[in-house]
């Protein structure tokens, strides 16, 4: 008899773990929570130093270290293994390995990508003396009359200097604990500085794109990849620039935020316009004047890929478009394999002294002081689509370069805050420990309310599938988790504990009354989207107050909310109703 029972009582169980499995609500769930854990991409062994950024012109940048590209993945990022063959585990063993290098030492330095090979350069202080010296100089002039470039000697007075060797430089790399999971962490969570910025004069939002633009570029240019740049605002019309930087102090982002910053467009190192309404008069950047050249669109190139030609005109001053004719007029004129006809030199475009790009000089301007110029140029992509979207980018780079030190309004530095990396550390662990203790605790509140299991262990397994969706959302839009994002999540979290006790209630409420499922989940959903559509109206505020320093709480809870809503809830129902109906 009893064996009959306990058959029957298994028959039973099994038929439940059927219906949960090819419930569509369930699977709906399993497939986001699958995505989500792919995107997490959870590497709990990943050991070594991550190579956060590298410093332009350093000994790393010159070997062929790279800074990771701006939004990249975590885990995407370059990681050193070992160093002369010592294994770096941690930064402590990095910093340790690099304290005692010598000038001109070779050293080994592997990645999980490739191996370098660096000479350390030295730490050099030069002092220019009141004396000078006679230089032998040779220099390339075209001859006219032998009609080819010949090489003539000058001689040159020099100032003497003298050079001190204070010790060997730094290497160039900034680096962080390998990331472990691609989840970005924010400030608050990984040490940097925040800078609040705000504009002197009310901008367009044209203005506010050009100033963000132009902060990237330079941010980038020193190496800096790791910043997130937004415009914020509160409820008064003022108009902010929150500028984070991650791995930087405070000082030196105020001394890069606080320059005006310096852009030259030189010819044979002849400087032919700068970055200011003085030079550049006008840099288009509607559609009517930029976007991709209508002449010289796309087309397949011979090793598959496609290429986009862009175009952009700008206008100089007079007195540029002088320097310009004079610069160019002793050039030559070359043809590419295309049949193109261009100078034989490029024009150098450089930003805070250091090389961005440089472009082909069509033969037509050759001597010629034209003040309307336009700004080819084109990218490269596996698909014309691809290759479309990479010339739109590199002309908006362009367009924001030319325009860099003529910012259309002074930019004030309104506050600036540092975070340190160890009370991150900190504030990570402490946070998953007491979010663990908070789901335990909320569960077993649960269990000895409604003493059934079959609702105690499925609002567990919600709560936490709610965290890993929106981890995984968070990773998938490369959104900072810092410490307002993890409010919003516990938030989030609350609210959907909350309403899964609504759902219980109302489906044992409506046992006893005997009514249907279907009535109870009406009466129950018709509770929950009345309480979402409160909270997220009572979060937009948030998403424009507070200098958007709140922006994160309110996007994440936003977020959170709605994941719970239109995914877990319903699958909670579906849940309990097979488990609890008879």
């Known amino acids: 008899m009893l064996e009959y029972y306990a058959g029957i009582w298994r028959q039973k169980k099994l038929t439940k773990a059927k219906k949960l499995l090819t419930n569509w609500r369930v699977l709906l769930l399993l497939f986001f929570l699958l995505m989500a854990v792919v995107s997490i991409h959870p590497a709990p062994n990943n050991s070594g130093v991550a190579i956060r950024s590298v410093l332009p012109n350093s000994t790393a940048a010159n070997t062929g270290f790279e800074s990771p590209k701006p939004n990249a993945n975590p885990l995407s990022w370059e990681v050193i293994k070992t160093i002369n063959g ?64 010949i090489n003539k000697t000058k001689l040159v007075k020099v100032p003497q200097t003298l050079t001190e060797i204070l010790g060997p430089a730094d290497l160039g790399l900034k680096i962080s604990k390998a990331p472990t999971t691609n989840i970005r962490k924010g400030l608050d969570l990984q040490g940097g500085t925040r800078v609040l910025l705000q504009p002197v004069n009310k901008t367009t939002a044209e203005d506010m794109e050009l100033i963000i633009s132009n902060m990237n570029e330079r941010l980038n240019v020193f190496g800096l990849s790791d910043v997130l740049i937004r415009t914020a605002g509160d409820l008064s019309g003022n108009q902010y620039i929150i500028v984070e930087i991650a791995g930087a102090n405070e000082e030196e982002v105020k001394n890069l935020l606080a320059k005006q910053g310096k852009f030259e467009a030189k010819v044979v190192n002849n400087t032919v316009f700068k970055g200011s309404k003085k030079d550049i008069a006008y840099v288009c950047r509607s559609s009517q004047c930029a976007g991709i050249d209508p002449s010289n669109g796309c087309g397949p190139l011979a090793d598959g890929n496609f290429v986009c030609n862009f175009r952009f005109a700008i206008t100089l001053s007079n007195e540029a478009a002088e320097n310009f004719a004079s610069s160019t007029q002793d050039l030559q004129v070359v043809t590419n394999e295309q049949g193109d006809d261009y100078l034989s030199e490029k024009i150098d475009f450089l930003l805070d002294d250091n090389l961005i790009t440089s472009l082909n000089i069509v033969a037509s301007l050759k001597g010629q002081a034209q003040t309307d110029i336009s700004i080819t140029g084109s990218a490269i992509g596996p698909s014309e ?138 009466n129950a959903f018709f509770i929950i989207m009345v309480a979402y559509s409160t909270t997220v109206v009572a979060m937009v505020p948030l998403l424009v107050a507070g200098a958007g320093l709140l922006k994160g709480f309110a996007f994440t809870t936003i977020v959170g909310v709605s994941l719970g809503v239109f995914l877990t809830r319903p699958a909670f129902a579906s849940i309990i109703e097979i488990l609890l109906k008879k």
């Open 86 to 149: 010592i294994e770096i585990s941690s930064e402590a063993k990095y910093f340790s390995a690099v304290s005692d290098l010598q000038v001109n030492q070779t050293i080994l330095i592997s990645t999980n990508k490739k191996t370098y090979k660096l000479t350390v350069e030295p730490l050099t202080k030069i002092t220019i003396l009141n004396q000078t010296t006679t230089q032998r100089v040779i220099e390339e002039v075209f001859d006219e009359e032998l009609n080819k470039t």
């Open 385 to 522: 689509q691809e290759a479309a979207f990479n010339a739109i980018n590199e002309m908006k780079r362009l367009q924001s370069i030319l325009s860099s030190g003529s910012l259309p309004t002074k930019i004030e530095i309104v506050q600036t805050s540092n975070v340190s990396p160890l009370l991150g550390n900190e504030f990570t662990k402490n946070a998953i420990l007491v979010g663990i203790v908070a789901i335990f605790v909320v569960s077993l509140v649960v269990f000895i309310r409604y003493r059934k299991w079959q609702i105690a262990i499925p609002m567990t397994i919600t709560m936490a599938s709610e965290v890993i969706l929106l981890l995984g959302f968070a990773s998938i839009v490369a959104w900072n988790l810092d410490l307002a994002a993890i409010a919003g999540i516990i938030i989030a979290v609350g609210t959907g504990v909350d309403h899964q006790i609504i759902i219980a209630d109302e489906t044992l409420r409506g046992e006893a009354l005997k009514s249907s499922w279907r009535e109870r989940l009406k």
